[in-house]
Each structure stands twice: as structure tokens, then as C-alpha cells.
């Protein structure tokens, strides 16, 4: 197969992957994140590999790129960001157990936490969704087609209709932009009126 072939037969997989998502999951997804600011709650988002650096965009994004002055700011978490704890608990318990581990230390009723995954069957992932349901968090997931154990442990999930690794992290990165770019703008226009008072 030549590059350029590939090319066009990627973009037209991601292009139909993005055409037949669920509106209505994705706004359910974006009033789950907005409720939390409301409630003083908090968001953690997880997942490994592309997953896991998707995770920490996401973390980044509504921890600082949506906010404006005057406006409240969401308290969120990537639980793939601290090395050194992650290590830790690989090492010493199992790899399995990096992310329920940490929500030990941090989660509570209310809390919202997202899983990102392909597979939709990430061991570590699926053990801190079970952890979460019994602690009376909200449960979200963006997984691709073979929905796996994320699916069914979830409140709100998004499958994505694709078992293309990069299509399906691709479309996780798209629903980041597509909800946190919104919110920014919210946030703009709460903040000048804020001002204008």
C-alpha cells in the first residue's frame, strides 16, 4: 500500500468515526465535567499508553486552558502523571493497581472519574472504575468498538466506532477539544459579565 493511499483511507475512517458518534453521550459527557465545578467535586482521568498521555492533555486542558478570570475553575487530575507514585505501586503491589491505589488516597462520593481506552479492557482502568462504583463516584468512559469491561462498569460511555488505536485516540482528543474549547467560551462570556457587572 502506498502512503498516500493509507492517508486518504485514514482520513476517511476518522472522518465516519467522528460522523456517527453519539451526540447525546458526548453532552452527557460535558454536563458530567460541568457538574462537578458546580458541586466542588473532582474529575480524574486515566488510561495507558496514548491513552495515558491523552489523559494528561485532558488534565491540562481543564485544569488550565479553559479557565478565564473570575471564573471557577475545575479541580482535576491526570492519574498518569506522577512517575515516581506510579512506580512505587507497580513495583510493589502491581501495575494493575496504579490507578485505584491513588484514588484511595483521593477519591471521593460525587467524584467523577474517565477512563480512556481502545481495548476498552485495560486491567488497571477496570479495577479503578470498580473502586470508584462502590465509593459512590460517577463512572465515564471513551473506549472503541470492542467496548470490553470499561463499558460495562460505566454511567456514561462513549464508544467509538472504530479498533483502530489511532482513530480511537484520536476521537478521545477530539471530544476534549470539542467540550473544554466550549466551556472556554462560557467562560469568556461569564467573565465579561463578571466585569460589565
Known sequence: MMFQSYFTEYRSEFIKALQTLDFTVIEQIFESIKSTRENNQQIFVIGNGGSAASASHWACDFGKGVNVEGVERFRILS???NLPF????????????IFVEQLKNYLKPGDVVIGLSVSGNSENVVRA????????A??????????GRMKELSDISLVIPSSDYGIVEDVHMYVNHVISQYIKKENELKGALSING
Open 138 to 147: 460517577k463512572v465515564i468512559s471513551l473506549v472503541g468498538e470492542k467496548e
Open 79 to 81: 492519574l498518569t502523571d
Open 129 to 136: 472504575f470498580q473502586y470508584a462504583k462502590k465509593t459512590g
Open 86 to 97: 506510579i512506580s512505587a505501586l507497580g513495583n510493589d503491589m502491581s501495575y494493575g493497581d
